[in-house]
C-alpha cells in the first residue's frame, strides 16, 4: 500500500508547560515551509477533549496521510494520539510525537536555544514521518487456562481454586504422585485424591518437567515432553529446601525452571516479586506467579492463604474472551544477511527467536517478538530490521535534525 | 623443518589421530592454495611454511567447517590464522570441535607484492625489514593452537599447548616434557624486541595521524576497493553495512549539503566505512595484517585497526584468539561497568 505524503503537524502549548518558554509559534511557522508539510499549527492542549476532537477534524478535513505532534512524552499520550488517528481513520503508525516538554522545554532554559532546539527535533520527526508505512495490530484472544508447576499443597490448592471457579488448570508434577514435602500427611490427602480424579477440568501430568517456556501473558507455550501445553498464566509452586546452614533455599531445579522463564531471581535464589508489599506474588514477568513455599519458607496455612490470593489474581485479569493486542512494531530477520550467529537468540528475552539448524539462520516468531529492538541492535551483521524502527526511518530522523 | 611438519601430518593421517589435513599446498605459479588433504600421498604437495599469506587460514577453515562435522581435521596454520578462528568460532562461523590446530613459531610474512615480484628473502624474525609491518611488530608469533612446533633453540620439537594437543603428541608416542631453556630464552628475547617495535610503530601512528584531520588524512588515499574487509577473516558479513542501500542519502541531502558547505565529497563515507569497521570487528582483531597486505593504496589499514584493537580490547581486559571460552566484549551485557566513560 503507498501511502500519500500530505504532513500535518501540530505543536502543542501544553498549557504553559511548553509556550511559556519556546516560541511555538516560530516552531510551527519554521515547519510549515517544510517540503510536504500541509499544515502546521499551534494548539492549547491537545490531549485535551477538546484537542483529540480539534485533531481528528483537522486529520479527516485536510486529508493527512502522516502527523507529527510536538508535545510531551510518548510515555504520557503516545496511546492517546495513537487513538486520535484510528478515530481519524489514520493508520495510528504514521503518527510520530516530538517531546518537547521533557526534552526541550524543562531542560532548556533560553528561549532562542529551546526554540531552535524543537525546530531540529520536529524537522527530524517530519522527515521520518516521511518514510513511515502503516502496520496491522492483530488481535488473539487470550487463553484463560492455568498452568501449575508443583504438585505440592500450594500447587493443587491453586489448582482446585481455579477449576471451581471454571478454569482449565494443567498441573505438573515432577514426581510420580502429587503431595510434594507433605506427601502422606493428611493435609494433603484430600487434593491430592481431587486433583488425580480427573474431574473438575484439573489436568494432571506426574513424571514431568517443562523444558521451555515461550509466550506472554495470555499467550503462554510449555513444552514438556513431546507435549505443548498452552496457558495465559503460569504458577510457580515448587517449594523449598532446607539448606546445610539452617536456611532455606528454592527447590533443586528452579534454578534451571527461571532460566526457561527468564526470572530475575533474588540473592537467595528465590524469583523476584512485581512489588514486595502490593503484590507480593506476582513476578516481574506479567502472568507468572509464585505461591507456597516457592516465594519463600513459609507454613502449610500460609502456602493456601498465598494460593487463595494467586487464583484470585488470576481469575480477576485473565478474563475468558479478553483480547490482547498483537505489538506489530516487530523485528524481522532477513534470511540472506543471516550469518547464523545466534547472537539475537542469547538477547531476546522473550523467547521469540529461534536458530533453523538446517538453514543455519535465526528467524523471529511475529507473535512473541515483544520489539523491543534488543536484537536489531545486536545482530553484528546488520540481518535484523525493527519495523517503525528501520535504518532508513532513523537516517532520515537524524539527518532531519541535524541539517 | 617442513620435513619434520610433513611427517606429523602423515603420522597422523596413518595412524587416524586425524581424517583429514587443512595446509597451505604448493600450487601452480608459486602460489600456495589451501588443502584439504586425506590421501597421505597428497601430502608432499603441503607446503606449511609458503613465505607469504594469500588467503587468512581462519577463512580457509571457515569456508567448510561452518558447522560440527563427522571426521578429524588437523589443522596447520599460523598463530594469528588459528587465532582467528579462535574469535570466529565465538559468532559460530567456525566450529573448533573434531579440529586440531597445530601452529609454529612463525618466522613472518613478507608483503604479496614483494613476493610477486621476487624481490624478497625468506622470512626470518632476526631480519625484520623483510616482514609486512604487521608481521614486524607481531608478538603472537608462537605458543598459539593444540600444539606448535618449537624451531628454535636447538633441533625442531613438537610441544603441546592445550590438554588435545598435548594428548595428540601422547598418542603418536612424542615427547611432551618442560620447554627447553633456550627457546624459553629465544622467544623471551624476541618478544622484548617486538613489543618494542609494537610500541614505536604505535607511537609513529599516534604521531601522524591524531585527530579527525589526520584519520581524514590517512584513508585520504582509500579507492574504496574494500579489499581490506574481503580479505580480513574476521570480517565475515554477507552484506557489509557500508554497501546496504539503506545507509545511503537521497539525492535531496547531497545537494543540501553542497549547498550548505559549498560543496559534497562523493562518493561519501569513507572514514564512516573505517569507523564503522573498526566499531564492528577491531576487538576481535588478531592482527594477521592481511588488511594491509592486501591494500592496493598502501594505507597501514591493518596496523591502525591493530592499534584500535589493543585499546579498545584493554578496556575490557579481551585478547583476540586467546580462549574460545573468553566472551566477545560486545556480546556480554554488565550492568556495572565502564563507570569512568561517564560524563
Ligand atoms: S525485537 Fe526484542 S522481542 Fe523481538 S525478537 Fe528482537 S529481541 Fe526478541
Ligand atoms: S545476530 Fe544476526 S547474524 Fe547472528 S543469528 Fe541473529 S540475525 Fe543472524
Ligand atoms: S583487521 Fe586486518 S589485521 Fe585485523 S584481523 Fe582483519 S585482516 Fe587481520
Ligand atoms: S565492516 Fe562491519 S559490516 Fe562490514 S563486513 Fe566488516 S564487520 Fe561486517
Ligand atoms: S584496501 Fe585500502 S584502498 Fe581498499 S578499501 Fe581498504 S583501505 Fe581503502
Same mark, same amino acid.
Given at each position: 500500500m503507498t501511502v500519500g505524503k500530505r504532513i500535518g503537524v501540530f505543536v502543542c502549548a501544553c498549557g504553559p508547560n511548553i509556550a511559556d518558554v519556546l516560541d511555538i509559534e516560530r516552531v510551527a511557522g519554521e515547519i510549515g515551509k517544510l517540503d510536504g508539510v500541509i499544515l502546521s499549527e499551534t494548539f492549547g492542549l491537545l490531549c485535551s477533549p477538546d484537542g483529540r476532537k480539534h485533531l481528528v477534524s483537522r486529520i479527516r478535513g485536510n486529508d493527512l496521510h502522516r502527523v507529527v505532534i510536538a508535545a510531551c512524552s510518548?510515555? %504520557?499520550?503516545?496511546?492517546?494520539?495513537?487513538?486520535?488517528?484510528?478515530?481519524?481513520?489514520?493508520?495510528?503508525?504514521?503518527?510520530?510525537?516530538?517531546?518537547?516538554?521533557?526534552?526541550?522545554?524543562?531542560?532548556?532554559?533560553?528561549?532562542?536555544?529551546?526554540?531552535?532546539?524543537?525546530?531540529?527535533?520536529?524537522?527530524?520527526?517530519v522527515r521520518r514521518t516521511m518514510r513511515h508505512e502503516p502496520l496491522e495490530k492483530m488481535k488473539i484472544v487470550c487463553n484463560p487456562d492455568t498452568v501449575v508447576i508443583g504438585g505440592g499443597l500450594a500447587g493443587m490448592t491453586t489448582a482446585i481454586l481455579l477449576a471451581e471457579a471454571?478454569?482449565?488448570?494443567?498441573?505438573?508434577?515432577?514426581? %510420580?504422585?502429587p503431595g510434594g514435602f507433605l506427601s502422606g500427611d493428611r493435609r494433603v490427602a484430600e487434593p491430592a485424591r481431587t486433583v488425580s480424579s480427573g474431574k473438575k477440568g484439573i489436568k494432571m501430568l506426574l513424571n514431568t518437567q517443562p523444558e521451555e517456556i515461550v509466550g506472554f501473558f495470555g499467550n503462554f507455550v510449555l513444552s514438556a515432553g513431546n507435549m505443548e501445553i498452552k496457558a495465559g498464566a503460569v504458577v510457580l509452586a515448587t517449594g523449598?529446601?532446607?539448606?546445610?546452614?539452617?536456611?532455606?533455599?528454592?527447590?533443586? %531445579?528452579?534454578?534451571?525452571?527461571?532460566?526457561?522463564l527468564r526470572l530475575p531471581l533474588d540473592d537467595e535464589g528465590f524469583p523476584e516479586r512485581e512489588h514486595a508489599s502490593l503484590s507480593p506474588l506476582a513476578t516481574p514477568i506479567e502472568g507468572v506467579y509464585v505461591t507456597g513455599c516457592a516465594g519463600g519458607p513459609c507454613f502449610p496455612e500460609e502456602a493456601v492463604a498465598r494460593s487463595e490470593a494467586v487464583a484470585g489474581a488470576i481469575l480477576s485479569s485473565l478474563v475468558p474472551g479478553r483480547e490482547l493486542e498483537t505489538e506489530p512494531r516487530t523485528s524481522v530477520i532477513s534470511e540472506t544477511l543471516c550469518r547464523g550467529c545466534k547472537t539475537c537468540l542469547e538477547v531476546c528475552t522473550y523467547g521469540a527467536i529461534s536458530f533453523d539448524a538446517e538453514k543455519l539462520v535465526c528467524g523471529v516468531n511475529g507473535v512473541l517478538c515483544r520489539g523491543c529492538g534488543n536484537c536489531a541492535a545486536a545482530c553484528p551483521s546488520g540481518a535484523i530490521r525493527s519495523r517503525h524502527f528501520t535504518p532508513d526511518q532513523l537516517r532520515y530522523q537524524v539527518e532531519g535534525l541535524l541539517r | 623443518m617442513r620435513d619434520v611438519l610433513l611427517n606429523l601430518m602423515l603420522r597422523a593421517l596413518e595412524s587416524g589421530v586425524a581424517d583429514y589435513v587443512l595446509t597451505p599446498s604448493r600450487g601452480p605459479g608459486g602460489t600456495f592454495p589451501w588443502i584439504l588433504v586425506n590421501d597421505v600421498r597428497l601430502l608432499d604437495r603441503a607446503e606449511?611454511?609458503?613465505?607469504?599469506?594469500?588467503?587468512?587460514?581462519?577463512?580457509?577453515?571457515?569456508?567448510?567447517?561452518?558447522?560440527?562435522?563427522? *571426521?578429524?581435521?588437523?589443522?596447520?596454520?599460523?598463530?594469528?590464522e588459528a587465532r582467528a578462528a579462535v574469535e570466529l568460532s565465538k559468532l559460530d562461523?567456525?566450529?573448533?570441535?573434531?579440529?586440531?590446530?597445530?601452529?609454529?613459531?612463525?618466522?613472518?610474512?613478507?608483503?604479496?607484492?614483494?613476493?610477486?615480484? *621476487?624481490?624478497?628473502?625468506?622470512?626470518?624474525?632476526?631480519?625484520?625489514?623483510s616482514l609486512r609491518p604487521?608481521?614486524?611488530?607481531?608478538?603472537?608469533?608462537? *605458543?598459539?593452537?593444540?600444539?606448535?612446533?618449537?624451531?628454535?633453540?636447538?633441533?625442531?620439537?613438537?610441544?603441546?599447548?592445550? *590438554?588435545?594437543?598435548?594428548?595428540?603428541?601422547?598418542?603418536?608416542?612424542?615427547?611432551?616434557?618442560?620447554?627447553?631453556?633456550?627457546?624459553?630464552?629465544?622467544r623471551d628475547a624476541l618478544l622484548r624486541h617486538r613489543k618494542e617495535a609494537r610500541k614505536r610503530g604505535m607511537e609513529d601512528m599516534r604521531r601522524s595521524y591524531t585527530g579527525l584531520g589526520g584519520l581524514a588524512r590517512l584513508y585520504g588515499g582509500c579507492i574504496s576497493c574494500?579489499?581490506?574487509?574481503?580479505?580480513c577473516p574476521i570480517c565475515y558479513c554477507r552484506l557489509c553495512f557500508i554497501d546496504m542501500k539503506d545507509r545511503r542519502s537521497p539525492a535531496s541531502d547531497h545537494l543540501h549539503r553542497s549547498g550548505e558547505r559549498g560543496g559534497d565529497r562523493l562518493p561519501g563515507?569513507?572514514?564512516?566505512?573505517?569507523?564503522?569497521?573498526?566499531?564492528?570487528?577491531?576487538?576481535?582483531?588478531?592482527?594477521?595484517?592481511?588488511?594491509?597486505?592486501?591494500?592496493?593504496?598502501?594505507?597501514?589499514?591493518?596496523?591502525?585497526?591493530?592499534?584500535?584493537?589493543?585499546?579498545?580490547?584493554?578496556?575490557?581486559?579481551?585478547?583476540?584468539?586467546?580462549?574460545?571460552?573468553?566472551?566477545?566484549?560486545?556480546?556480554?551485557?554488565?550492568?556495572d561497568e565502564l563507570h569512568e566513560y561517564e560524563d
Open positions: 510518548p510515555r %504520557d499520550h503516545e496511546t492517546t494520539f495513537m487513538k486520535v488517528c484510528e478515530e481519524a481513520d489514520l493508520n495510528p503508525f504514521m503518527m510520530e510525537m516530538v517531546n518537547i516538554r521533557e526534552h526541550v522545554a524543562w531542560v532548556t532554559p533560553d528561549r532562542d536555544a529551546a526554540t531552535e532546539k524543537a525546530v531540529r527535533l520536529v524537522r527530524g520527526a471454571g478454569r482449565q488448570v494443567t498441573l505438573i508434577e515432577k514426581s %510420580d504422585s523449598c529446601i532446607a539448606t546445610e546452614n539452617g536456611g532455606f533455599a528454592p527447590a533443586e %531445579d528452579f534454578g534451571r525452571l527461571a532460566e526457561l | 606449511p611454511f609458503p613465505p607469504v599469506m594469500y588467503v587468512q587460514g581462519a577463512k580457509a577453515l571457515a569456508s567448510f567447517a561452518r558447522s560440527p562435522f563427522g *571426521g578429524k581435521v588437523l589443522a596447520v596454520m599460523r598463530p594469528c562461523q567456525v566450529t573448533m570441535q573434531n579440529v586440531y590446530f597445530l601452529t609454529m613459531d612463525c618466522p613472518g610474512a613478507v608483503p604479496v607484492k614483494s613476493y610477486r615480484n *621476487g624481490d624478497f628473502t625468506e622470512p626470518d624474525p632476526g631480519e625484520p625489514e604487521l608481521c614486524r611488530q607481531c608478538t603472537h608469533f608462537t *605458543g598459539a593452537g593444540d600444539l606448535f612446533l618449537a624451531l628454535h633453540g636447538g633441533p625442531p620439537v613438537f610441544r603441546p599447548v592445550t *590438554g588435545s594437543g598435548r594428548e595428540l603428541l601422547e598418542t603418536l608416542g612424542m615427547e611432551t616434557g618442560e620447554d627447553r631453556a633456550e627457546w624459553v630464552e629465544w574494500r579489499n581490506c574487509r574481503t580479505v563515507g569513507t572514514l564512516l566505512f573505517h569507523m564503522g569497521r573498526m566499531a564492528h570487528m577491531s576487538l576481535s582483531c588478531v592482527s594477521c595484517g592481511m588488511c594491509e597486505d592486501a591494500c592496493p593504496s598502501d594505507i597501514p589499514v591493518g596496523r591502525m585497526v591493530s592499534m584500535v584493537s589493543e585499546k579498545t580490547a584493554a578496556v575490557f581486559g579481551y585478547e583476540a584468539g586467546r580462549d574460545t571460552e573468553e566472551p566477545l566484549p560486545l556480546n556480554t551485557f554488565e550492568p
